[in-house]
């Protein structure tokens, strides 16, 4: 099957970027499928910090084709910002980067309301990023969204602009906010689509040919299953499948093109935003991971919640997704702890409980049951073999894989391309 996929397997930032980086030569196609403009995927070339949201990772490695596939939302503006940064750095994507036409667009009022809804007293607060994703995706369900289709098309886009803007203005002034000024949107979505025409495409189609060619494509999630709208922690979530199981419709490709599975996780988990996180550190331990990890959100800057490597949610992620290899980032953070930890269980209103719940209602009840095993002092940013880690470090890497029962395929040990460990050189 010529198709990799490669899936965060916690709470989103587990490093993909890097890990799509890492292995882009050995792809034809990349393909985002899902989110939007709401990822932040860092990728560190040569010592410069390329931090991208839309784009897939795949655009650093020459001669690669980059899709965005129809079941991203895509914010006009930030893409243009993104091509535009890139150009300015040199990197030419025409003819590289493609975007479906069934994407749906995220409008100004998106992101109006997505703030506002946040910063309502009552109701859930999610602490989203504020991308207008879930108002997005909320219009494409209620079937008055607008696609990439409509975007480029002047004649299409007024009455449909139209329509959604005096709808959006009565949700905003509901909300306390002020209405939107009609002509302004219109003007902005005008040029948004002028410029993102030659970009637009029926995705889909190439993609199924591409895989019916025996090119080598690459699917690429953004956020992670814990954030998946159906399968994580909801309401806490994210609103779309972050998981594998997003990518077949999110790209339109049959389920069987899905291919070789990687989850990329930390060796230690964190999360943005609320909701449950049963491995959750605070103190020191907590201030250290953040610290080392340099664990503050690529998009909104916000300092990310720490704690221990789940094992109970990451065999859920293994075993919803079918992970058939495990990429670990970020092990160097963790040298210089005299202990390292893993939840190898929660106990939930006094009951040991071995198996992820599905009920958030139990998660957000859940306590860690923490083991602990020796740490290592040793920098790891110069190993390049298994065999050369630190024994302490080694068996900490073999103790999730076992009790995972997902062998490990990539170690990260630093942010750099080059300090990474395969599998091939174990
Ligand atoms: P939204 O996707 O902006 O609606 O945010 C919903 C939840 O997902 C919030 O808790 C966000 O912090 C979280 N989230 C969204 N995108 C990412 C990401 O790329 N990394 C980590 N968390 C994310």
Redesign the pocket.
């Known amino acids: 099957m010529p198709a990799t996929s490669v899936i965060g397997a916690q709470?989103?930032?587990e490093g993909k970027g890097k890990i799509i980086d890492l292995i882009a030569d050995r792809a034809d196609v990349v393909v985002r499928f899902q989110?939007g403009a709401?990822?932040?995927h860092t990728v560190i070339v040569e010592g410069k910090k390329h931090v991208f949201q839309l784009l897939p990772s795949g655009v650093l490695n020459a001669g690669k084709l980059n899709v965005i596939g129809h079941g991203v939302v895509v914010d006009p503006e930030q893409l243009l910002t993104e091509i535009a940064a890139f150009h300015a750095d040199g990197i030419d994507l025409t003819g590289r980067l493609l975007v479906s036409g069934g994407a749906h667009v995220v409008l100004p009022y998106h992101k109006v309301i997505?703030r506002l809804q946040e910063g309502r007293k009552a109701g859930i607060v999610?602490?989203?990023?504020?991308?207008g994703?879930?108002p997005a995706y909320a219009d494409k369900s209620l079937r008055s969204g607008l696609r990439m289709w409509d975007l480029v098309d002047e004649q299409r886009l007024r009455p449909r602009l139209t329509a959604n803007v005096e709808d959006k203005n009565k949700r905003i002034v509901a909300l306390g906010g002020e209405p939107l000024a009609f002509e302004e949107v219109w003007e902005q979505a005008l040029e948004w689509g002028w410029k993102l025409a030659p970009l637009v495409t029926d995705t889909g189609r190439l993609l199924r040919a591409a895989l019916a060619e025996g090119k080598h494509v690459f699917f690429e999630g953004?956020?992670?299953v814990m954030?998946d709208i159906d399968h994580g922690t909801y309401p806490?979530?994210?609103?779309s499948n972050a998981d594998s199981l997003g990518i077949a419709a999110g790209a339109g490709v049959p389920p069987r093109a899905i291919g070789r599975q990687l989850g990329v996780c930390k060796a230690y988990c964190t999360?943005?935003?609320?909701?449950p996180f049963p491995s959750e550190l605070s103190g020191a331990t907590a201030d250290r991971l953040r610290e080392g990890g340099s664990e503050f959100?690529?998009?909104?800057g916000?300092p990310r919640r720490c704690g221990w490597f789940d094992v109970l949610s990451m065999r859920y992620a293994a075993a919803l997704c079918g992970f058939d290899g495990l990429c670990i980032t970020k092990l160097d953070v963790l040298s210089g702890l005299r202990h390292v930890g893993l939840v190898t269980a929660y106990e939930i209103d006094g009951q040991r409980v071995e198996e992820y719940p599905a009920d958030t209602a139990l998660v957000e009840r859940a306590k860690p049951v923490i083991e602990e095993s020796p740490g290592w002092k040793e920098n790891l940013s110069g190993v390049r073999r298994f065999g050369d880690l630190p024994p302490a470090c080694r068996a900490f890497v073999e103790e999730i894989c076992s009790r995972t029962g997902v062998p490990w395929e990539i170690l990260s040990v630093g942010p750099s391309r080059e300090a990474t460990i395969f599998r091939e050189s174990a």
């Open positions: 709470w989103g930032d989110g709401n990822a932040g997505d999610i602490g989203t990023t504020g991308r994703i879930g953004a956020q992670g954030l806490f979530v994210t609103s999360r943005v935003g609320e909701g959100g690529a998009v909104t916000r």
